[in-house]
């Protein structure tokens, strides 16, 4: 009785234990999708938004915009694309991939100051009278440091994007086969119950018919015969 009893305890124990790992597993798999592939993937867009806003801003000084508004706007928007970008690099220090996100960095905000430069050289009376030579100084100039950080970026958010679908599509496969695994596990700790449970029946039943028999001998005098079960 006792051997049976034990081996109900350790099939459900184990299969207990088993998916404790499974999710634990699980668990580390979506905290890698969470922090370097979602909350990366969404850094990396808020950037991307931050530099468009960044073209507008200068495009706005240079068309004669508030001056000193706008420059307010480029100078905080350039704090907060560097530390997106700190960011990023603390989410990918462990990975293959921080060289990549150190590069963007650097053209990236190699072409943004020299875009804050440029627009805080210019004056009011230079803005408001040689707009068609500023803008194409800044072309000039710009365009170079621009290409770079724009390809070099271009490559961080298609990583980015990658690592997010191949992150998103690998624990979805995981979570399918621990799926499985819990269900096959189920059923097999349940037929080992199961089996369990009716040699216990038929040891526990069987005692009593012969304990039964046993008494109906003793009750008609006759001592002769012998309980076969313990």
Same mark, same amino acid.
């Given at each position: 009785m006792n051997y049976f009893i034990a081996m109900v305890a350790v099939s459900v124990f184990s299969a207990a234990i088993s998916i404790f790992l499974a999710m634990g597993h699980i668990e580390k798999k979506y905290e890698h999708l969470h922090h370097n592939s979602m909350i990366g993937g969404l850094t990396t867009l808020k950037i991307e938004k931050n530099l468009n806003y960044t073209s507008r801003l200068s495009r706005d000084i240079m068309l004669g915009g508030n001056y000193d508004k706008n420059m307010q706007k480029l100078e905080a928007t350039l704090k907060e694309i560097e530390e997106h970008f700190t960011l990023l690099e603390k989410l990918m220090e462990k990975e293959s991939s921080l060289s990549m996100v150190q590069e963007a960095k650097n053209s990236t905000m190699l072409f943004l100051q020299n875009t804050l430069e440029m627009m805080k050289s210019l004056n009011s009376q230079e803005i408001a009278h040689s707009k068609d030579a500023i803008y194409a100084n800044y072309s000039k100039e710009l365009t170079p440091f621009a290409n770079a950080?724009?390809?070099?970026?271009?490559?961080?958010?298609? +990583?980015?994007?990658?690592?997010?679908?191949? !992150?998103?599509?690998?624990? =979805? $496969?995981?979570?399918?086969?621990?799926?499985?695994?819990?269900?096959?596990?189920?059923?097999?700790?349940?037929?080992?119950?199961?089996?369990?449970?009716?040699?216990?029946?038929?040891?526990?039943?069987?005692?009593?018919?012969?304990?039964?028999? +046993?008494?109906?001998?003793?009750?008609?005098? !006759?001592?002769?015969?012998? =309980? $076969?079960?313990?």
């Open positions: 950080s724009r390809e070099s970026f271009a490559k961080l958010v298609e +990583l980015k994007a990658t690592e997010l679908e191949k !992150d998103s599509m690998g624990l =979805a $496969t995981e979570i399918n086969f621990f799926k499985f695994l819990a269900l096959i596990a189920g059923i097999v700790v349940g037929v080992i119950v199961l089996i369990l449970a009716t040699i216990i029946r038929k040891s526990i039943t069987g005692g009593i018919n012969d304990f039964t028999k +046993l008494i109906s001998h003793v009750s008609k005098g !006759d001592f002769s015969h012998q =309980a $076969t079960t313990v």
